[in-house]
């Protein structure tokens, strides 16, 4: 049986500094693959995936559309663009704007909670506003586990405080034991169930991520 082997990150103000010691802590044989989301402006060059793979072992790349997924890897959410999680690969598409992002950290933790329902683990990391929140709540109405960093050392509380607000949450942590918790956890067998019971409501928003905006008016 697989372990907790999808770990979404969401991660806005203060997030480079978060995902740099998160990577830090995770070992080059991870069983498990990660996929971050980090709210940048459109225009901004693509430093993220530089900066983690100097700071960790694991083998980081920024997202293109149909990218093959793997264990022992990090996928970053390019910039303009959502990042979505299908069963084996990655997608990226250019749908409209979340929570005044994109990408935003909602499609990736909706995308991942309907392709590997409880084998998911969502974490929340310093930031400002809302946006995961939905997401997280996502993750745990499939079966997923749910962690957020300890808001009281978040550089931005905003995000871990409104998850903390309107989720059920497992674990509430200092960024320094994050790493070593999701060590443990992609061991944990999962078992999972034949079919992903997600509400209509819930499959509908993760399609919307999917529209392309150059069939909308732009934005």
Known sequence: ??????????????????????????????????????????????????????????????????????????????????????RGNVRVVRGPK???HRPAVDPLFRSAALAYGPRVVGVILTGV????????????????????????????PGMPLSALEHVQVDHILPLAAIGPLLVRLVSDQVKEEAGNHMSEDLEKETQKAQMDTTLMRAD
Request: charged share 20%; aromatic share 4%.
């Open 98 to 100: 979340e929570n005044r």
């Open 129 to 156: 506003l809302d946006d995961g929140t939905a997401g997280l709540r996502a993750v745990k109405r499939c079966g997923g586990i749910a962690i957020v960093q300890d808001p009281d050392e978040a550089i931005y």
């Open 1 to 86: 049986m697989p372990g907790h082997d999808i770990v979404v990150v969401g991660t806005s103000a203060g997030g480079v500094e978060a995902l740099a010691t998160l990577v830090s802590t995770l070992p080059p044989e991870l069983p498990a693959a990660i996929f971050v989301v980090l709210h940048i402006p459109a225009h901004s060059p693509s430093f993220v995936p530089k900066i983690l793979g100097r700071s960790g072992l694991l083998e980081t790349v920024q997202a293109s559309d149909g990218m093959e997924t793997k264990h022992g890897h990090i996928y970053v959410a390019p910039p303009d663009h959502h990042m979505l999680v299908e």
